[in-house]
């Protein structure tokens, strides 16, 4: 008589080093799903009642996270986001993960230049789930820009930001 039993991720022993690889692909995934815009690998990058916590404001839930990020992103005709640096803690099922990042946004014909370079810190929360690891919580840092702002444009008269 056997017994099956299907394994998910929750299941197994804990191990830092493959738990920090995963934190950063979650965190390189959702970069990837924003230059993309491919909203529903975005979605797989936080719990439904994930929080951001942004410049200009706050979204709270993960289709509020998705209109802020779609809103944002629409105007633009290109972005670049990469992530570097990333420091974790891991507790458990929970961790507090750091990362730099730099942002490109390109919108062409804009008047006084087409680019717009930000970079600064994620701040993000994660917890384990069933699927993998999912962030809670995102703060964005931007501490540092280039180029011209108006790129963004009527993205930051509404209070978004990426």
């Known amino acids: 008589m056997s017994t099956s039993h299907t394994h998910t991720l929750a299941d197994a022993p804990a191990d830092p080093v493959r738990d920090e690889a ?38 709270a839930g993960l289709d509020s996270m998705l209109v802020g990020y779609q809103t944002f992103l629409a105007p633009l005709d290109i972005t670049q986001h990469l992530v570097t640096n990333i420091e974790t803690v891991i507790d458990g099922d929970t961790a507090e993960a ?20 930000i970079g600064g810190r994620y701040a993000d929360r994660l917890t384990r789930t069933p699927d993998g690891w999912r962030i809670t919580r995102r703060r964005v840092n931007g501490t540092w820009t280039q180029g011209n702002p108006k790129v963004l444009g009527s993205t930051l008269d509404r209070g978004e930001n990426n």
């Open 22 to 59: 995963r934190i950063a692909q979650v965190l390189h995934r959702l970069a990837r799903a924003m230059d993309t815009r491919n909203w529903d690998l975005l979605a797989t990058c936080f719990v439904p009642g994930a929080v951001g916590d942004f410049a200009t404001g706050q979204a």
């Open 98 to 117: 750091t990362a730099y990042f730099l942002a490109q946004h390109v919108r062409t014909g804009t008047a006084g230049g087409d680019q717009f370079l």
